[in-house]
């Protein structure tokens, strides 16, 4: 049973900005570092970024930096990742993950280092 949802994704052209949203309902947000993922089409899995739970942020993809911000809301078990100036190369399934190693975000965005994945939202960057 899928105890966190993402949401948010759609279509959107280059340029533009969306905002995904995870809802979490089966474990505290505060006492964990929340992950971000992506898969594109015929692509391996790829971390974006991670959010502790003072709001730090460990960035995994250079390709987002400047571009993409995570903030949480742990009262409201929820944490964003703001996408802005969004590529064609941004398409993919995004997916919010917990990480492993509880408050910590992992060095590296090794899919290995997250559990509780979700269903995933699709983004499209596209004219």
């Known amino acids: 049973q899928v105890q966190r949802v993402e949401s948010g994704g759609g279509l959107v052209q280059p340029g533009g900005s969306l905002r995904l949203s995870c809802v979490v309902s089966d474990f505290h947000l505060d006492g964990y570092g929340i992950g971000w993922f992506r898969q594109a089409p015929e692509k391996a899995r790829e971390g974006v970024l991670c959010i502790s739970p003072s709001g730090h942020t460990t960035y995994y993809a250079d390709s987002v930096k400047g571009r993409f911000t995570s903030a949480r809301d742990n009262a409201n078990n929820t944490v964003y990742l703001q996408m802005n100036s969004l590529k064609p190369e941004d398409t993919a399934v995004y997916y919010c993950?917990?990480?492993?190693?509880?408050?910590?975000?992992?060095?590296?965005?090794?899919?290995?280092?997250?559990?509780?994945w979700g269903q995933g939202t699709q983004v499209t960057v596209s004219s």
């Open positions: 993950v917990r990480s492993r190693y509880d408050i910590m975000c992992p060095r590296r965005g090794l899919e290995d280092s997250f559990d509780a």
